[in-house]
């Protein structure tokens, strides 16, 4: 079976840092590129970033350019969000994926997701 956990959110405040993980069992990651999403409260599930099999190629949403950073450790099986300089708009639960294609930007498009974990961030 298949599962992909994300720890790592919390409460925090504008200006601060998080680091999401997101572990994987039941499935070899070096075999899938990954994304990470997000979702706020009563809105669609939007992309993040996402990174390719050996994590030589990023994507990143234009919301978060420059303040996220995806990487992962193949041997670890674990993918990785480190956020930095939070923002109140960045607040939303935060979901890891994935899929067959690097770079995929569209939920759809990815096949094994994990249950989410809730950031918070305060003004």
């Known amino acids: 079976q298949v599962r992909l956990v994300e720890s790592g959110g919390g409460l925090v405040q504008a200006g601060d840092s998080l680091r999401l993980s997101c572990e994987a069992s039941g499935l070899t990651l070096s075999s899938r590129a990954m994304g990470w999403f997000r979702q706020a409260l009563g809105e669609e599930r939007e992309f993040v970033a996402a990174i390719s099999y050996s994590g030589s190629t990023k994507n990143y949403a234009d919301s978060v350019k420059g303040r996220f950073t995806i990487s992962r450790d193949n041997a670890k099986n674990t993918v990785d969000l480190q956020m930095n300089n939070l923002k109140p708009e960045d607040t939303a639960v935060y979901y890891c994926?994935?899929?067959?294609?690097?770079?995929?930007?569209?939920?759809?498009?990815?096949?094994?997701w994990g249950q989410g974990t809730q950031v918070t961030v305060s003004s």
């Open positions: 994926a994935a899929s067959y294609t690097t770079g995929q930007k569209q939920p759809y498009q990815y096949d094994y």
